[in-house]
């Protein structure tokens, strides 16, 4: 045979070695509804964007819940995990609790890790065998619910902070100008 054909069956077969590992890491995805706030569960949910990612900020209490779960029967445990785009935070297990009335509250409540802004999360659920569910986001009909790390300063807000940053400049361009 030559070292041409051999090269080429072993990529082949690499590709679907490949190709068969990746469908077992990907999490289906789920009927569990996302909610997230910052004030309790069944609280007030925190702001979205328009994507429907749930905003957050590093180092605030977040009180996590998931409604809707038609995946495992009335009373399973469920496992609740938060996967980040972050090298350092690949897969956070943030809790477990009883899937009473087919719904989920992450104990205790979850402290948003420093993640740098514009980190993107995924929360997972499943029960004690078979595969992970990602959730869906409130009113989404196949959104995949997120947590999104944002540059926030909670006094100002984005506006405030831009127009700080803008003033800033203008104040430089001034003082530095030959």
């Not at 905003?55 to 995946?71: A, D, F, R, S």
Request: charged content about 15%.
């Amino acid at each position: 045979m030559k070292k041409s054909s051999l090269l080429k069956i072993t990529v082949c077969f690499i590709t679907i070695l490949s190709l068969i590992g990746m469908s077992s890491v990907y999490a289906k995805i789920g009927t569990g509804v996302l909610h997230v706030s910052d004030v309790g569960y069944g609280g007030a949910e925190i702001y979205q964007d328009s994507h429907g990612f749930f905003e957050v900020l590093p180092g605030v209490t977040y009180y996590i819940w998931i409604t809707g779960i038609t995946e495992f029967p009335d009373g399973t445990d469920i496992t609740v995990k938060i996967s980040c785009d972050d090298s350092k935070y690949p897969n956070l297990e943030v809790g477990t609790g009883a899937g009473g009335s087919l719904s989920v509250n992450v104990e205790p409540p979850y402290l948003m890790p420093d993640l740098p802004y514009s980190t993107t999360c995924t929360v997972h659920y499943k029960g004690s065998r078979g595969p992970d569910y990602l959730t869906i986001v409130p009113g989404g009909v196949s959104s995949v619910g997120h947590l999104h790390v944002i540059p926030e300063l909670p006094i100002i807000g984005t506006a405030g902070a831009l127009a700080a940053l803008l003033t800033a400049f203008v104040v430089a361009k001034r003082k530095f100008a030959v």
